[in-house]
C-alpha cells in the first residue's frame, strides 16, 4: 500500500505561479512512470503530465509550455512547476503512477489550486 502527499496550492492570481509536490509513504516513485492528474468538479479527472522512469516527460495540450513535470529521486519526490496560470487550471491536483493509462494507488487527498482572473 501506498500513501499519496500532494502539497503546495493554494490561490493565486492569472499570471502566477505554484509548484506542487508529492510524496509516497514508500520509496517507490522511481520505479515508476508518475503522472499529476486534475479534477473540477462535475468532471472526470484528467492527467495533465506524466514523467516516465528515464526522465522523459509528456504534458497535455493546455499545459504545454506552462508546467513542467519533474522528478527527484534522491527525495523521493515528483513536483509539477505551474506558470503563466489561468483560470481555467482551477482544480484539485493529485499525484499518482500512470499504469496502463491510468492510476494504480489510491488517491491521496489531493492539492487546491485556485486561479483568480
Known amino acids: 500500500q501506498v500513501q499519496l502527499v500532494e502539497s503546495g496550492g493554494g490561490l493565486v492570481q492569472a499570471g502566477g505561479s505554484l509548484r506542487l509536490s508529492c510524496a509516497a509513504s514508500?520509496?517507490?516513485?522511481?520505479?515508476?512512470?508518475i503522472g499529476w492528474y486534475r479534477q473540477v468538479p462535475g468532471k472526470q479527472r484528467e492527467l495533465v503530465a506524466h514523467?516516465?522512469?528515464?526522465?522523459?516527460?509528456s504534458y497535455e495540450d493546455s499545459v504545454k509550455g506552462r508546467f513542467t513535470i519533474s522528478r527527484d529521486n534522491m527525495k523521493n519526490t515528483v513536483d509539477l512547476q505551474m506558470n503563466s496560470l489561468r483560470p481555467e487550471d482551477t482544480a484539485v491536483y493529485y499525484c499518482?503512477?500512470?499504469?496502463?493509462?491510468?492510476?494504480?494507488?489510491?488517491w491521496g487527498q489531493g492539492t487546491q489550486v485556485t486561479v483568480s482572473s
Open positions: 499518482n503512477s500512470v499504469v496502463g493509462g491510468g492510476p494504480y494507488w489510491d
Open positions: 514508500r520509496r517507490i516513485l522511481s520505479m515508476y512512470v
Open positions: 514523467i516516465t522512469t528515464g526522465g522523459s516527460t
